[in-house]
């Protein structure tokens, strides 16, 4: 008989539609914030500009990644229209997703002299693809600049709407810096410039949050399901709090996927690929900050790695029940 920890059947739920989420609370700390307390196994119902009366004495640790405007519309060498998701750098090339069928040579068409090139098809959808501009090959930072004019904010899916000028702002943190993300750390929404400013410990890393997050586990067992892989960078400073006794706030799952990958591994930078669930609890992180997420996903695993399985389902359920709004636009939850 297999585990019910290890099923991804057993972590699923029902969430009546009109609980997801499809534009922002503002001001942004007027959400909903749930308090569970592992101590004391009680729940506290409150709104989210009130969480540094449960985080006394803490460190909040942040991701400062930048959402990039990451989707772009054009059109193919035939004239048909085609949509691209940009997902990451690779080596001198990227890695995107393309609606649309491609070959391996095709050229993709976008406004501001914007072409891409096919030079690879990966067998988990994504291409491989080089961005010139007048003849120019592109950089990052270069083909940055041009998706700021002609890009989209790749809202997720299940939001269900086309992105709004609004979003270009709402679905951003306050301290957002380094351009890399195709999703925000959402539990960050939700903090106000002045809200921020009353944090006397706050530190920063860098996950740039890939499209993987929203990567499904289509496998029946969960160790079986081959985790995404993001690129992080961790500051000195921000370190030295990991390493020390002090009490730290991860603000949401990258954070926290961040910190726990430096506190087994020790690396400052490079590739985090961290599954927490269950059977691979947090060793580090002793508050997390989070939003609800989607049934079966990775991240209501790592929800359920701090509290367990069962804690986890019957909070969500707390939450639809109260009314909570969940994904990604929605309100939040903190487990002390």
Do not use: W
């Not at 959808?125 to 790749?154: C, M, T, W």
């Not at 499904?216 to 160790?223: R, S, T």
């Amino acid at each position: 008989m297999i585990d019910k920890d290890l099923l991804v059947e057993s972590y699923d739920y029902s969430l009546p539609k009109d609980l997801i989420a499809t534009y922002p609370v503002t001001p942004r700390d007027s959400a909903k914030l749930l308090v569970y307390d592992r101590k004391t196994d009680t729940i506290t119902h409150t709104i989210f500009r009130n969480i540094l009366d449960f985080t006394e004495d803490s460190h909040f640790i942040f991701n400062d990644t930048k959402v990039l405007k990451a989707r772009i519309f054009g059109k193919k060498e035939s004239g048909g229209k085609v949509e691209l998701l940009l997902n990451r750098p690779f080596e001198d090339k990227f890695l995107v997703y393309i609606r649309g069928k491609v070959k391996i040579g095709y050229k993709l068409f976008f406004d501001e002299n914007l072409i891409a090139i096919v030079e690879a098809l990966n067998e988990d959808g994504s291409r491989v693809v080089s961005f010139y501009q007048n003849a120019q090959k592109l950089d990052f930072l270069s083909l940055v600049e041009i998706l700021n004019k002609i890009g989209h904010i790749p809202l997720p899916p299940y939001i269900n709407r086309e992105d709004e000028k609004l979003d270009e702002e709402e679905y951003q943190t306050r301290f957002a810096k380094n351009y890399g993300a195709v999703a925000a750390p959402t539990a960050s929404l939700h903090f106000t410039d002045e809200l921020l400013a009353k944090i006397e410990n706050k530190h920063f890393l860098t996950l740039h949050v890939g499209a993987g997050t929203f990567k499904p586990v289509e496998v029946e067992n969960i160790l079986d399901h081959p985790m995404h892989s993001e690129f992080f960078e961790i500051p000195k400073e921000t370190a030295d709090i990991l390493d020390s006794d002090e009490k730290i706030v991860a603000v949401g799952t990258t954070s926290t996927r961040t910190i726990e990958y430096y506190a087994r591994s020790k690396k400052l930078f490079g590739e985090c690929d961290l599954f927490l669930h269950p059977k691979n609890p947090p060793i580090r992180v002793n508050t997390l900050l989070t939003n609800f997420h989607l049934p079966k996903s990775t991240l209501i695993m790592l929800v359920s790695a701090f509290i367990g399985r069962e804690k986890s389902l019957e909070l969500y359920q707390e939450a639809i029940k109260n009314n909570y709004r969940f994904y990604s636009y929605g309100d939040a939850m903190l487990i002390l």
